[in-house]
């Protein structure tokens, strides 16, 4: 057994020769599943407070892509998707695409399920509407109910239609995922930001090991999630070679985050939960059990394309410093800091 599990903060990337140019001549296109790309590699979270279709269209128009949450009827996550549908016909949307070599039928419409109940009706209604992903949203992804969804969809669903599963943190999770049909990996147990999964249950595996162990292995995209914090963490995850990253608190508390804003005396607010909280089960509806997660406000952020815009800037950066033209070549080494290492890499003349 491998005695030391690392995390993104355990790390740091060492820079490589370099001849880029300029970091606006690097490509950030990548896949999210089997059959889909991206522009770029960034993956709105199917969040309650983060990703429906405004978020989702924001991140179509700089080359992503959101996931629609689930937590929601059939009708009205459906109707969701069409609104997404829809504005990839706009031509300022499709050019960003098409200038990538993607042409506007294969730009990823992704949306989210579950793994039991109405899980195929929904499934249904939402490739009907325009989805050409599914994403089978449950906290643990290495299960019985999983394979079972994935065969069902598999065999229901247009061949075009790809199918990511998760969460999962184990190479022989991966691999059996893989065998079962899935066409991508969402990887990562019990590290999002306002999960409790790892305190209330002990079960959970630091996301450096977690996505390298499961890398070695993978033969179809993966999708790090949880436990990024800032676009070095972005950077770390793509560098160990990870397809793309989800994203949660990072863009909650945008204005295409679903939510009202909340004025207090200090400031703008917005609500950000996670998908197990007690508030989320609350709010949908859902036996009150089970609750790994919390729930908070975060400041107002204001347009998501800003914040995206910030991440990216940081991301080009770090291929440039790997030396690296695109994500395929970014494969820098890293190394292993001391506490006192991670306190150095941080500004630390500030009081």
Not at 7 to 18: K, M, N, R
Not at 43 to 70: K, N, P, Y
């Amino acid at each position: 057994m491998q005695v030391h599990y690392l995390t993104y903060d355990d790390i740091q990337l060492v820079p490589a020769f370099s001849s880029v140019a300029s970091r606006k001549n690097i490509s950030l296109k990548t896949k999210v599943s089997r059959n889909y790309q991206l522009c770029i590699p960034l993956v709105a979270s199917c969040m309650d407070t983060v990703c429906e279709s405004e978020m989702a269209i924001a991140l179509a128009e700089m080359g992503g892509v959101g996931c629609i949450h689930r937590f929601m009827s059939i009708e009205h996550q459906a109707k969701e998707v069409t609104h997404v549908v829809t504005a990839l016909y706009n031509d300022d949307v499709s050019k960003i695409w098409y200038n990538s070599g993607i042409e506007t039928k294969q730009i990823p419409v992704m949306a989210a399920v579950g793994a039991n109940g109405d899980f195929a009706d929904r499934a249904g209604a939402l490739v009907n509407a325009g989805a050409n992903i599914i994403l089978i949203d449950v906290a643990h992804g290495h299960h019985e109910n999983v394979k079972d969804a994935i065969y069902k969809l598999k065999s229901m669903l247009p061949n075009h239609i790809d199918i990511i599963a998760g969460n999962i943190a184990s190479a022989k999770a991966a691999q059996d995922l893989e065998y079962w049909g899935a066409d991508g990996l969402r990887v990562g147990v019990g590290g999002g930001s306002l999960c409790t999964t790892r305190v209330k249950t002990g079960f959970g595996v630091p996301n450096v090991t977690c996505l390298e162990q499961i890398l070695e292995v993978a033969n179809i995209p993966v999708m790090a999630d949880g436990g990024i914090r800032t676009s070095g963490d972005i950077s770390k995850a793509l560098a160990l070679g990870s397809h793309c990253v989800m994203l949660g608190s990072l863009i909650a508390g945008t204005k295409e985050a679903p939510g009202q804003v909340i004025e207090k005396p200090n400031g703008l607010y917005k609500r950000y939960r996670g998908a197990a909280s007690l508030e989320t089960k609350s709010v949908h509806g859902q036996e009150q059990r089970n609750v790994e997660g919390e729930s908070t406000v975060i400041p107002f952020k204001g347009g998501v394309k800003f914040v995206v815009a910030g991440l990216l800037d940081g991301v080009r950066s770090a291929l440039s410093y790997g030396g690296a033209n695109n994500l395929k070549e970014f494969r820098p080494d890293y190394i292993i800091v001391t506490n006192a290492g991670q306190a150095e890499a941080k500004p630390h003349l500030l009081f």
